[in-house]
Structures are given as structure tokens and as C-alpha cells.
């Protein structure tokens, strides 16, 4: 089946700094989602993204689909402590009848130190 | 407002015990999904209905059923043939081909 691979598993910054995670995945898909989750609640949607070569920005974050559709990247800039959390990508594919299911990385957990 | 709820928060399970979490959804989607998330893993597809009266199993169905009676509601049964059933189950929700939007998630352990 299809897999993404995400990375990094884990980071630990400084308050303030940027920060940079990717999914790659061997198959190609239509339409990438990234999602951040607070302990013990579900995943909240941040970034969907459509087309490939697109960009994207919400407020400090900004992500791109990449050009092959096999890549995406999520940008955080001057992070805060509430961007604690774990981010997961997602990659949405058509195959058929079944092009309702996602996809999911294994997610990578930020924490910011103060 | 609009949104997915589930329910309980917390379920405990005895050995041989069958339990159903609910999920219930108000915004009129078409598509239910539920996942299992165990910890350092990302989420797992256990089932998923993309219209009333129609299920399909995911990549985990094994020890699991579901119904999809009315179009809000898709609950999860996690049975005793679930031999590990201590996870966090999430359920989510779509317009087709759209992004999924998740509830806050019950947390099931066993007694």
C-alpha cells in the first residue's frame, strides 16, 4: 500500500526559530493536508494544498505540494510555545472508488522550550 | 455549532466485553471514517462509509464493526475478538474528495 515517510520524527527548539518537516511518499497523490494535534485531542486541519507546485500560507505557517505530487513541505516561522505539538501530514489520492481515503505520516512531535 | 462529537472521552473495557463508541456529525457530510492512533504511530484506518447504509473495511478491520443507519451517526464497535484494543480511536468526517475533519477522540483502555 501507499506509505509516507516523514520527517523529522522529533524536534526541540528555541522559542523564535523557524522550523521545516517533509513528507515524501513513492506514489503520487492528488491533494496533500497537513494537521497539528494537541494531546489527547483530535487532529485539527492547518494547510491543504490542491495542485502541484502550489504554495500555501496560513498566518506563520506556509506549505508547498510539491512538483513531482510525491512531496510536501511545512514551513512554521518564530515559533511560539503553543505550536507544541505533533504535525502530521497527509497525502488524498484517486483510485477509484476509494479516492476518499487518506494517507497519513506518522507525524512528527514539536517542542518549543521557552 | 457545527462539528463531530464523540463519546465517552474515556471507555473502559472487561476481557470478552464488546463496547461501542459513538460519533455523531452535524455537518451534513457525506463520508465517515474511523481511525486508531497508537502512540508513535500515525492513524490507521479501521472503516469508512462514504453514504448511509454503506461500509467498507480499512487497513485494520479485523476485531471491529460498524453501522451507518443515519447520515450523522457511524459508530464503532471494538469487539472481544479485538485482542488489543487500548488505543486512541478518532473518528473524522468529509464532503467527498475533501479534507477529513476530526472529533476529540476516546481514549480506550482495558479493566
Known amino acids: 500500500g501507499q506509505q509516507l515517510n516523514q520527517s523529522p520524527q522529533s524536534m526541540f527548539i528555541q522559542e523564535g526559530e523557524d522550523v521545516s518537516m517533509n513528507c515524501t511518499s513513492s506514489s503520487i497523490f492528488n491533494t496533500w493536508l497537513w494537521y497539528k494535534q494537541d494531546p489527547g485531542e483530535g487532529p485539527v486541519l492547518l494547510i491543504a494544498l490542491y495542485k502541484a507546485g502550489e504554495l500555501t500560507s496560513n498566518g506563520r505557517l506556509t506549505a508547498q505540494f510539491g512538483i513531482t505530487r510525491k512531496d510536501s513541505f511545512l514551513n512554521i516561522s518564530a515559533s511560539i510555545p503553543s505550536d507544541v505539538g505533533i504535525y502530521f501530514c497527509?497525502?488524498?489520492?484517486?483510485?477509484?472508488?476509494?479516492?476518499?481515503?487518506?494517507?497519513f505520516g506518522k507525524g512528527t512531535l514539536l517542542t518549543v522550550n521557552p | 455549532d457545527g462539528g463531530i462529537t464523540q463519546s465517552p472521552k474515556y471507555l473502559f473495557r472487561k476481557e470478552g466485553q464488546n463496547v461501542t463508541l459513538s460519533c455523531e456529525q452535524n455537518?451534513?457530510?457525506?463520508?465517515m471514517y474511523w481511525y486508531r492512533q497508537d502512540p508513535g504511530q500515525g492513524l490507521r484506518l479501521i472503516y469508512y462509509s462514504q453514504i448511509v447504509n454503506d461500509f467498507q473495511k480499512g487497513d485494520i478491520a479485523e476485531g471491529y464493526s460498524v453501522s451507518r443507519e443515519k447520515k450523522e451517526s457511524f459508530p464503532l464497535t471494538v469487539t472481544s475478538a479485538q485482542k488489543n484494543p487500548t488505543a486512541f480511536y478518532l473518528c473524522?468526517?468529509?464532503?467527498?474528495?475533501?479534507?477529513?475533519?476530526f472529533g476529540d477522540g476516546t481514549r480506550l483502555s482495558i479493566l
Open positions: 455537518l451534513n457530510h457525506d463520508a
Open positions: 497527509a497525502g488524498l489520492a484517486n483510485s477509484g472508488g476509494s479516492n476518499y481515503k487518506l494517507t
Open positions: 473524522a468526517s468529509s464532503v467527498r474528495g475533501q479534507p477529513q475533519h
